[in-house]
């Protein structure tokens, strides 16, 4: 994708400093990987914060022709935007803040998670002022974050009194070091869950994300919920091959300017270039999600990591210079071959040659932060689903 003088016609591209680059054959593989991982579960897909930064509808409409008949989503916007592109599917909303969204789960056929006794007591007095309607049940089982404790949901399993209106179609938990595989909480919340599991009898049961669905086993109960795997993420210890990168982001570039030895290149004047340079300068920065902390130098944040990111064109990879700003990123390719690059081509940012992991790691960070950092100033290209794929 960084071959030489690739367009410096904007055409398609006006007005877009920055482009993503998404493969949609690969998000439907990894989901099907995934899914052989989870038999014999189902496996459903998570794609909230906007599909993980690369787009809810095609996201989900790729995944959704593919079979996946199961999503999670964030907030019931989500889910109701979602419904569009997934007709039949059953669709949960996680953070169900109630009261208020009642309507919207209903209109959009969607399945709020019940996360508190709060949550239970409004949404059975809703289902029976306006019918029964299907929700799922977190408990928290040591991520303490979200979900009923555990003794509150045996009581309330064991409730010979609950309201009919009350009929959950999944209870679940979520996973606090899934990443970690020997960490011992896992153990604990699987052995805590399964007790839940049981005194829910006949209600599917939910444990894994993406790390839990590679833990196997037990851990798989009748649903798993991928998300970052879906996209190409690594997760904690598990790493590649299991799923393949989603994504390519690139920045166009601006100019490209010589500066000599001695000066400085950015805010700051924290770099200080220790030969003349030949120096590209990006339409990318922290407001795309381009991290500050990718900075080659000026981030004190980062401590005793000096170096910084780098971006990777004409076969080599190309160190950021000084600070990344709001709208621009400068790279050194003084080691390309003179006339290699010029105005109006593009700068991988992380991709195929630049792992997304590896750039949230030089970044201070995790590949979640960087995909659904991603803003509205990238043109988005779809590489479709092959046909009969």
């Known amino acids: 994708m960084n071959e030489p003088h690739e367009s410096t016609e904007f055409?398609?591209?006006?007005?877009?400093?920055?482009?993503?680059?998404?493969?949609?054959?690969?998000?439907?593989?990894?989901?099907?990987?995934?899914?052989?991982?989870?038999?014999?579960?189902?496996?459903?897909?998570?794609?909230?914060?906007?599909?993980?930064?690369?787009?809810?509808?095609?996201?989900?409409?790729?995944?959704?022709?593919a079979g996946c008949r199961d999503f999670f989503v964030a907030t019931a916007r989500e889910g109701a935007f979602v419904r569009q592109?997934?007709?039949?599917?059953?669709?949960?909303?996680?953070?169900?803040?109630?009261?208020?969204?009642?309507?919207?789960?209903?209109?959009?056929?969607?399945?709020?998670?019940?996360?508190?006794?709060?949550?239970?007591?409004?949404?059975?007095?809703?289902?029976?002022?306006?019918?029964?309607?299907?929700?799922?049940?977190?408990?928290?089982?040591?991520?303490?974050?979200?979900?009923?404790?555990?003794?509150?949901?045996?009581?309330?399993?064991?409730?010979?009194?609950?309201?009919?209106?009350?009929?959950?179609?999944?209870?679940?938990?979520?996973?606090?070091?899934?990443?970690?595989?020997?960490?011992?909480?896992?153990?604990?919340?699987?052995?805590a869950f399964k007790a839940i599991a049981e005194a829910f009898d006949g209600i599917e049961a939910s444990l894994a994300n993406s790390a839990g669905t590679m833990l196997g086993g037990d851990y798989l109960f009748d649903l798993t919920r991928p998300g970052i795997s879906l996209f190409g993420g690594a997760v904690g210890d598990h790493v590649r091959p299991l799923t393949e990168p989603v994504v390519t982001a690139e920045a166009r570039i601006i100019t490209?300017?010589?500066?000599?030895?001695?000066?400085?290149?950015?805010?700051?004047?924290?770099?200080?270039?220790?030969?003349?340079?030949?120096?590209?300068?990006?339409?990318?920065?922290?407001?795309?999600g381009y991290m500050r902390s990718l900075s080659g130098t000026g981030v004190t944040l980062r401590g005793h990591h000096p170096v910084g990111g780098h971006g990777f064109a004409c076969g080599q990879p190309l160190p950021i210079l000084g600070r990344v700003t709001m709208d621009m990123t400068a790279f050194d390719i003084t080691d390309l071959p003179e006339g290699s690059l010029r105005a109006g081509d593009f700068i991988e940012l992380f991709g195929a040659n630049v792992p997304l992991d590896d750039v949230a790691a030089t970044a201070g960070t995790i590949g979640y932060e960087l995909l659904t950092l991603l803003g509205q100033r990238y043109r988005r290209h779809y590489l479709p689903v092959r046909t009969g794929n």
Request: aromatic share 6%.
């Open 85 to 191: 592109h997934a007709p039949e599917a059953r669709i949960y909303v996680m953070n169900c803040i109630l009261p208020g969204i009642e309507e919207t789960c209903r209109v959009a056929g969607l399945v709020p998670v019940l996360a508190s006794m709060e949550h239970v007591a409004h949404w059975t007095h809703a289902c029976i002022a306006n019918g029964d309607h299907p929700c799922a049940l977190q408990v928290d089982t040591g991520m303490n974050r979200l979900g009923l404790t555990i003794q509150e949901a045996m009581t309330l399993a064991d409730d010979v009194t609950r309201p009919s209106g009350f009929s959950p179609v999944l209870v679940m938990s979520h996973l606090a070091c899934a990443d970690e595989p020997d960490h011992p909480l896992n153990d604990q919340q699987l052995s």
């Open 11 to 65: 055409d398609a591209d006006e007005g877009f400093g920055a482009r993503l680059t998404i493969d949609l054959q690969m998000l439907v593989s990894n989901w099907r990987r995934m899914r052989e991982l989870s038999s014999p579960a189902r496996c459903a897909a998570v794609i909230k914060a906007d599909g993980y930064g690369l787009g809810a509808e095609a996201v989900a409409t790729s995944l959704y022709t």
């Open 256 to 288: 490209i300017r010589e500066a000599f030895r001695g000066e400085t290149v950015s805010y700051g004047g924290t770099m200080t270039l220790r030969r003349d340079s030949r120096i590209a300068v990006c339409s990318i920065g922290y407001a795309d």
